[in-house]
């Protein structure tokens, strides 16, 4: 029998270890999200949430999401801590209280479980 491999679980703590850039330009970097920002893995309801409060529709695109959420190849990030960019003439995209949605295959981000976070904090 196979082992499964980890997955993040709603409640869990993601941490971003190095900038990650959406565009890079002569004149400004986009940055998708900064290195030490600080998130919480949310589940699709609290995204379907978050999208009707936003009044968005649950487009395509969340149907694509919603299947590599299911898949396990993602999954989503609320911001709760948005570091600011090193670099003054870089723009931050993400902001606090804003989910996104993470590839397991990313680079540039570990997750804690919760439970784990819980146990050291109490040490």
Known sequence: MQKEQPYPKSGDKVIVTEDLFENHTALVDMISITKGS???VVSLEDYYAYLERDGHSHSDLVANIRHCVENRSGFLVRWDWVMPPSDSDSVVLGR??????MSVRQSGIEW????QIA?????
């Open 38 to 40: 600080i998130g919480t």
């Open 96 to 101: 606090k209280g804003e989910i996104e949605f």
């Open 112 to 115: 804690h479980p919760a439970d």
């Open 119 to 123: 146990q050291t904090k109490g040490n």
